[in-house]
């Protein structure tokens, strides 16, 4: 059955409210509360916290939990160009980086998945350690690194096949280039949801990464721990696993950060 022509009528009305909200938001400088909001539109208050929900729940808004004004939602930053992109992100993660970097005293990287590469975006490393390799802006195999085969471990199972049917270049010894080795170590991170490294692109490095999803359970980032192999041994991986779960979630919920209505 149709819809009636009331309520089509009904809709269109409720976006072009939602519309003329998101308008006002994205052209104040430091946002709107919701009694701003109000005096400028005078729609009433149960239209209002309707609207803004929507708008909420689909990332176009967000809501500052201390100044209760809403500004533009992390959807925007995915249209701007990727500079921008990956500026936001460093924003909203750099302090718990910096924090996870002090407490697991190894280094932190952040990273975006690519098409066929990660690309880390930031890198942090612990003060009183060289910074052996500078990471930042340089883009890595999937099938070496712990990041990439969190890519892997994700993708639709013809396009994995597609990757692992090319050419898997070897890095060090101890790089997987079978592709029956990697389908099996792809199972398992896709079961315990954490991918590691021995040796596998940096003979004297290993790594230990963990996805960050969004709202739709999409890969937006990439969080690793990386140090040396005789210190960041596998069973140091898994006293810091805990630990680099706890960050992992809490950098979500700051790129994320879901608005709190009242």
Known sequence: MEDSPKKNISTVQSVDKALLLLRMISESKIGLSINDLIAKTGFNRTTIWRSLNSLAEQSLIERNAQTKLYTVGTFFYLL?????????????????????????????????????????????????????????????????TSSGKIVLSLLEKDDLEAILAGHLTSYSPSTITDPAK?????????????ATVFGELETAENGLSLPIMDQN??????????????????????????????????????????????
């Open 217 to 262: 359970q999409q890969l937006i980032a990439l969080l690793s721990v990386s140090g040396p192999g005789f210190r960041f041994t596998k069973d140091k991986m898994n006293e810091a696993l805990p630990i680099i779960r706890k960050y992992r979630d809490l950098m979500t919920t700051s790129i994320l950060r879901e608005t709190s209505m009242e």
């Open 80 to 144: 701007s160009n990727k500079n921008n992109y990956h500026q936001f992100l460093i924003r909203r993660t750099h302090h718990l980086m910096k924090e996870l970097c002090a407490e697991v005293h190894e280094s932190v990287h952040l990273s975006l998945p690519l098409t066929t590469t990660t690309l880390t975006i930031e890198q942090l490393v612990p003060k009183d350690q060289v910074k052996l390799i500078d990471y930042i802006h340089v883009e890595l195999p999937l099938h070496s």
């Open 182 to 194: 990697l389908r099996a170590e792809i199972a398992l991170i896709q079961k315990n949801g954490y």
